[in-house]
């Protein structure tokens, strides 16, 4: 299993093979997302694309942002999905982890669903809070 960071004049190519994943991911937004948007983002916002692939297909995606907090830069994972997940998370994990040194990102933050919290305990993951919302009535 590889694992790489997809340049963006890229995305359009690989888009067919992972939009099901995006598909997927942008359920858990619960409308704030779908999966164009994510793509829009991609290709024109400053967010990075990672991919998991062998010579055969794309398993799983990442979509990750360099995000300046007044006070310090964070990598923040924006979306997640694929499948074999067990194959291909310590080698993006690792990957996603060198590029945020590189960028001068302090941690990697993210938000999600509650069951996260047991696939990133073991990878010193602190559950800092939970994203709640209220709908107000129209």
Known sequence: ???SIVDTKDVERVWPHIEGYMKRAAK??????EAEDIKEGLLKQPQQLWIAFDDKK?????????????????LTVHFLAGIQFETWKEPMLRLVQQFGKDNGCKLIDSYGRPG???????????KR???YELPLEN
Do not use: D, S
Request: glycine share 8%.
């Open 1 to 3: 299993m590889q694992v």
């Open 28 to 33: 858990y937004t619960y409308g704030r997302f």
């Open 58 to 74: 794309i398993y799983g995606a990442v979509v990750t942002e360099v995000y300046k907090y007044p006070r310090m830069t964070a």
């Open 116 to 126: 996260w919290e047991r696939v990133w305990a073991n990878y010193g993951y602190t």
């Open 129 to 131: 809070f939970i994203f």
